[in-house]
């Protein structure tokens, strides 16, 4: 085959808060045309493995990924991990920390919400979850569900939203954690859509803590900040990323096919991956 084709490198299952199952994610990049697709649920592969079998039926090339999350100076930062070996020990001991650590603050959460007269049931919010990671959107869903707000924003609003009243920060790491992280699983790390939130200097200080890419198409970015992105991936020998962000319809994203880049970007992926591995032999 050819270098040619689409590719979408960011997309959410059910597995994080993505709304559809890995198959049905795999089924849409092949109905909109694409020659792959990597699926990055929050800190958790559990969908990897599902994904990639459908992919092979479908033929449509399954990339592993994941996106942690990570804190730096206050900043909320997202480290997209590629092509990685998903069942390596030492990430998987990892990501079930993070679990954990997730689990326990989706209680405390709730116990806030409880004290300020919300009678929000925990076991609808781990229900919301289902079997993958679970966080904030599933305690919106559950206040709707239990009709103790109107609306999952309105749950944000009055309640979850960054420094609201029952609002509980995230256990992170730093950039280079989550960089020494992937690349012990052999995958690529990547800053994730610095355009949402991030400053340059913030921008500066991942490239230091040693990603080897930057996500250029976001749906958050605009054509200049694009190009913006695309001159520091030339200026600091990153690799240039990209996806839609696909969570399945939870915001308003039914679609996918709209956010791609071009195949030969995973080429430049992989090659970089045998860098990698080279040198660590
Ligand atoms: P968590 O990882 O549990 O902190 O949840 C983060 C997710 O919550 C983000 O990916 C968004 O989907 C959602 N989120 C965070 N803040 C807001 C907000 N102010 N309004 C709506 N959704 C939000
Ligand atoms: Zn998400
Ligand atoms: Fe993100
Ligand atoms: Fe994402």
Known sequence: MTAKGKVDLHTHTNQSDGLLPPEKVVHLAAQAGLRAVAITD?????????????????GVEVISGVELSVSHNGFDIHILGYLLDFHHPRLLEFLSYF???????????????????FPLRLETVLRKAGAGSIGRPHVADALVEEGLVAS????FNRFIADGKAAFVPKVRI???????????????????????????????DVINAGVDGI????????FSLRELYRQLAKTYNLLETGG???HGGRKGDEKLGDYVIEYEKVEKLKARQEQLM????
């Open 244 to 246: 839609s962000d696909f």
């Open 215 to 222: 996500e250029v198409v976001h749906p958050k970015h605009t």
């Open 99 to 117: 679990q954990s650590e997730r689990v326990r603050r989706v209680h405390r959460i709730v116990e806030k919400l409880n004290t300020l007269g």
């Open 278 to 281: 080279a040198k660590k032999n």
């Open 42 to 58: 929050h800190d958790e592969i559990g969908a990897l493995e599902a994904a990639v079998a459908v992919g092979g039926q479908l």
């Open 152 to 155: 999952y924003q309105e749950a």
């Open 174 to 204: 730093s950039a280079s954690e989550a960089v020494a992280i992937i690349h012990e699983a052999n995958g690529l790390a990547c800053l994730a859509h610095p355009g949402q939130n991030l400053t340059e200097p913030v921008i500066l």
